[in-house]
């Protein structure tokens, strides 16, 4: 089954820029989507089909997809965001949806 | 606007089948590529997909657990019935029920999640 691969942990300093991973197989052909989850709630989207901000979502909240790389950047970061994140998509050749281990993002 | 609640019992002994229910609200499970999924995630641990229920009444369920799942619906209620069987304890943690408007389309929409102990 496909398999996405995230950092355990990411640091950032407050106001700089928080860099998130999550590595496939040819991940750029995928829809991949990115939740933000705080302690004791449930996961938000926050980025979906790669790089599309839902309403609500501030711009400093952006994604890419290349090669085998989905990447979830957070300009400007700041201690509200401060949460787990994690990676998704749909392997349809197995037909299983597919979560990333999750990084846990700390702004320090 | 889009809500869901999840509901069901928080203790429940091994062997033992659970069975949660999502109820929603602000969308059909009638129409046309909508769809329910359920997603738990163990105490610590990260996220790991159940479910979908499509408003085809199309389903589809994690490989690793198909043998012990089931995922059923009642559009007139607006609810999503799902059941575990054989509990373990390492099915212990929180299940979530969400919304979908297709296969692919992310999981946009979330309940506050139900926690759930496996314990005798």
């Known amino acids: 089954s496909y398999v996405l691969t995230q950092p355990p942990s990411v640091s950032v300093a407050p106001g700089e820029t928080a860099r998130i991973i999550c590595g496939g197989i040819?991940?750029?052909?995928?829809?991949v989507h990115w939740y933000q989850q705080k302690p004791g709630q449930a996961p938000v989207l926050v980025i979906s089909?790669?790089?599309d901000r839902p309403s609500g979502i501030p711009e400093r909240f952006s994604g890419s997809n290349s090669g085998d790389t989905a990447t979830l950047t957070i300009t400007r970061a700041d201690a509200g965001d401060e949460a787990d994140y994690y990676c998704?998509?749909?392997?349809?050749?197995?037909?299983?949806?597919?979560f990333g281990g999750g990084t846990k993002l700390t702004v320090l | 606007q889009i809500t869901l609640k999840e509901s069901g019992p928080t203790l429940v002994k091994p062997t033992q089948t659970l069975t949660l229910t999502c109820s929603f609200s602000?969308?059909?499970?009638?129409?046309?590529?909508?769809?329910v999924a359920w997603i738990r995630q163990p105490p610590g641990k990260a996220l790991e997909w159940l479910a979908h229920?499509?408003?085809?009444?199309?389903?589809r369920y994690s490989p690793s657990l198909k043998s012990r799942l089931s995922v059923t619906k009642d559009t007139s209620k607006n609810q999503v019935v799902l059941t575990l069987t054989n509990m373990d304890p390492v099915d212990t943690g929180t299940y979530f029920c969400?919304?979908?408007?297709?296969?692919?389309?992310?999981?946009?929409?979330w309940g506050q999640g139900t926690r759930v102990t496996v314990s005798s």
């Open positions: 969400a919304h979908v408007i297709a296969a692919r389309s992310p999981f946009d929409f």
């Open positions: 602000g969308f059909s499970l009638s129409n046309s590529g909508v769809g």
């Open positions: 229920i499509f408003w085809d009444d199309d389903k």
């Open positions: 040819l991940i750029a052909r995928k829809s």
């Open positions: 089909y790669g790089s």
């Open positions: 998704q998509m749909w392997d349809s050749t197995n037909d299983d949806w597919v």
